[in-house]
């Protein structure tokens, strides 16, 4: 089942969508053609009518030479707004199948060989009797003989008894996915939770709306084992800050201008332990109080999202 992308986030996001189209020179078709997504997949995107998966908003972005951080704010915007995760993400088209290639340890002449020794008899074959008999036991005895050379082959090709022959695949890197997080717990600290892909899954442990009509929400990442807190909606010069308890430090971030104050702006991330109470505050520009609300991070091993009712204190 598919969200519609009626919030005002994601009207925002569908927008700025239509424009990087547009920039790209593209049609619908085209769009389809050189992304993993439909020519109906787009228009419903572009037209507002669905969120599109995160992975969509990425590829347009690459085609129109645009830096994702900005449409993958108000995805993450539109997405919060439904209180959880878009969890119908159109998957990507098959891929075209490809004729699969001779086997590696086959030369290709043998390959070949077989393959025409093995193959269909030619149109046109004689009826079945004394002369087809004897064109049938001339055919068996050549594919043994071909099968018989091959058995030969494999049999003597390096590796048979000696060190094993090298994969056809070179073996997985043991670095990390390309998709996956770029780091965990301290070394995460201080990073962007952005930039380090530790904001794909998060958790909310707790949100706020403040006293101005901003909205806070306190971030966590079991993946990474940090925490981090994000703010939309709020004035030029509101600031958030986050602390874990007993953390390294508190980490502070500011509205600087009115693209953030259309947006959200974040804090960074510190190292964040199950277990852990978080705390995090509200400074208003002017004429304010500075409003406070804590959680603790959940010890389930379980990533669960949950929600919880937050109590600000003023100061």
């Known amino acids: 089942m598919t969200r519609p992308a009626s919030s005002p986030a994601g009207v925002r996001l569908a927008s700025t969508l239509r424009e990087l189209r547009r920039r790209t020179g593209l049609s619908l078709a085209g769009l389809a053609a050189k992304t ?9 995107y572009l037209n507002g009518r669905t969120l599109p998966p995160r992975t969509a908003v990425e590829e347009l972005c690459r085609l129109a030479n645009e830096p994702v951080g900005r449409c993958l704010t108000l995805w993450e915007i539109a997405e919060s707004e439904w209180d959880g995760r878009a969890t119908a993400a159109e998957p990507a ?24 020794a093995v193959g269909a008899a030619p149109v046109g074959a004689a009826p079945v009797g004394h002369r087809g008999a004897a064109t049938a036991a001339v055919l068996a005895s050549a594919s043994a003989a071909v099968f018989g050379a091959i058995a030969l082959t494999l049999f003597l090709l390096p590796g048979r008894h000696g060190a094993p022959l090298p994969a056809a695949h070179p073996p997985a890197s043991s670095s990390p996915s390309v998709t996956g997080p770029r780091c965990r717990g301290t070394a995460c600290e201080g990073g962007s939770p952005m930039d380090m892909r530790c904001a794909t899954a998060p958790e909310t442990l707790a949100e706020h709306v403040t006293a101005t009509g901003a909205s806070v929400q306190l971030r966590y990442s079991r993946e990474c084992g940090t925490s981090w807190t994000r703010m939309w909606g709020a004035r030029i010069g509101d600031r958030i800050e986050s602390q874990a308890v007993g953390g390294v430090r508190a980490y502070r971030a500011e509205v600087k201008d009115r693209a953030e104050a259309d947006t959200y702006v974040h804090t960074a991330m510190t190292a964040t332990r199950p277990g852990t109470l978080v705390r995090t505050c509200f400074l208003p520009t002017a004429d304010g109080r500075t409003e406070c609300f804590e959680a603790r991070v959940d010890r389930s091993p379980e990533p669960t999202p949950r929600i919880r009712t937050s109590h600000p204190s003023t100061t």
């Open 36 to 44: 993993t997504f439909s020519k109906s997949s787009w228009e419903r």
């Open 93 to 116: 088209r098959s891929a075209r199948p490809t004729a699969a290639p001779p086997s590696p340890s086959l030369p290709a002449a043998t390959a070949t060989t077989a393959a025409t």
